[in-house]
């Protein structure tokens, strides 16, 4: 990092307002930096805001594989972050400990989650295989078809929204400026980024500028950016009213699942579809689609009530791995592309980009992630 010319200039300037961007911007501050934050709609106005904010570390792209000890690592990252949200800001991010069910309605499924089982089990993962009578002990109101499962007692959670706010309430208590602007342009001198240029006018100089614009990074919106391989995936979920103390537990099958949070309502969802453009609308046939799977699980559900129906656009890279690393100019670092495990994956990612930023560690990214596997320096 070189330091900036103009006097109380911010040491880095951070483009992205979701939980990418605020962790990123927490970290630079928490390493000592003088950091400014850029969003253009709100903090967590996007799929921040809205994800399921679940913290899975045994499913997802890349796991097993290059993610998945990241992924362990982030378990104790969201712990210890809970810890300062709530010390810096008094809010609760809502971690906690999650207990997940896996279903199976053939025999063939059963012989899945067994193999699954074997590996996790190896990893240090909670997870026990579950016969029919086992699952309607934990769920009654599953659908009695349902022939067994595993049980997850290594997953957590929180609520996305009060995280990804939580962190950028607890940016600001340590002296970070959050800007309400677009950025239009990357500045640059002599091969080297000098900061961002805004819509609202304003320039903010920094020897460090971080772009966590999460499915944008695909289109030249910033001029002289590289658009980035990912794509937009719209996820829908509803919110249900259903009495009683069901679905404590998360069951899934495949993209469904159904879950009661703290606040008592039953989220259950979702969908994976790319759109064109960037359309977060909520449509008609996702919700036809989501009961359609939730029902097959517990067709009690009929009798539930719609409370609310959302959707967001994740961030999701060719090849479904994070894209971290240098943009190709000095002093430009990218943080994108994590998908569905953006929540999960965030506090990593942000040690990562400090590390590269400030101490030119190439090595705290792991190769699969680095921007240059994209002909991205």
């Given amino acids: 990092m070189e330091p900036v010319s103009a006097p109380n200039a911010p040491d880095a300037v951070v483009v992205g307002g979701g939980a990418v961007g605020c962790a990123t911007a927490y970290e630079l501050t928490r390493r000592g930096l003088r950091v400014s934050l850029v969003e253009r709609d709100g903090i967590a106005s996007h799929a921040s805001g809205f994800a399921y904010g679940g913290l899975y570390a045994t499913t997802g792209a890349g796991i097993p594989g290059p993610v998945l000890p990241v992924a362990k690592q982030c378990l104790e ?11 810096q800001t008094g809010l609760d991010d809502g971690f906690r400990p999650a207990r997940s069910i896996e279903v199976a309605f053939d025999q063939r499924r059963v012989d899945w989650l067994k193999g699954e089982a074997r590996w996790q089990l190896q990893e240090g993962f909670k997870v026990e295989l579950l016969d029919q009578k086992g699952m309607r002990e934990i769920e009654p109101r599953l659908n009695p078809d349902i022939i067994g499962g595993a049980l997850h007692s290594s ?18 208590k340590r002296g970070g400026r959050i800007v309400r602007s677009s ?29 966590a614009t999460g499915p944008w990074a695909s289109t030249d919106e910033i001029p002289g950016v590289r658009p980035l391989p990912i794509h937009a995936s719209r996820g829908e979920i509803l919110r249900l009213e259903f009495p009683g103390d069901d679905f404590r537990s998360r069951v899934t099958l ?16 979702t969908t994976d579809e790319t759109v064109p453009g960037f359309d977060d609308r909520t449509t008609e046939a996702a919700r036809a689609s989501i009961m359609e799977g939730v029902l097959r699980l517990a067709p009690a559900l009929e009798a539930a009530r719609l409370v ?23 002093g430009l670092y990218l943080a994108n592309g994590a998908g569905k495990k953006g929540i999960l994956l965030s506090p990593a990612i942000a040690r990562m980009v400090a590390a590269l930023a400030i101490d030119a560690d190439e090595a705290a990214v792991p190769a699969p992630f680095r921007s240059g596997r994209f002909a991205i320096r």
């Avoid at 495949?254 to 969802?269: E, F, T």
Wanted: aromatic share 8%.
């Fill in 77 to 87: 990252l969201h712990r210890g972050l809970a810890d300062d949200i709530r010390d």
């Fill in 183 to 211: 950025a239009v342009a990357v500045t640059e001198r002599d091969g080297r980024a000098t900061g961002v240029a805004l819509s609202n006018g304003e320039t903010i100089p920094a020897g460090i500028v971080v772009l």
């Fill in 254 to 269: 495949d993209s469904h699942y159904i879950a009661r949070k703290p606040d008592g309502l039953v989220w259950v969802g």
């Fill in 308 to 330: 609310t129906q959302t959707a967001c656009l994740r961030p999701v890279a060719k090849d479904g791995l994070p894209i971290i690393g240098r943009g190709g100019l000095d």
């Fill in 155 to 172: 997953h957590y959670e929180v609520d996305s929204y009060k995280y990804t706010f939580g962190l950028g309430w607890a940016f600001e």
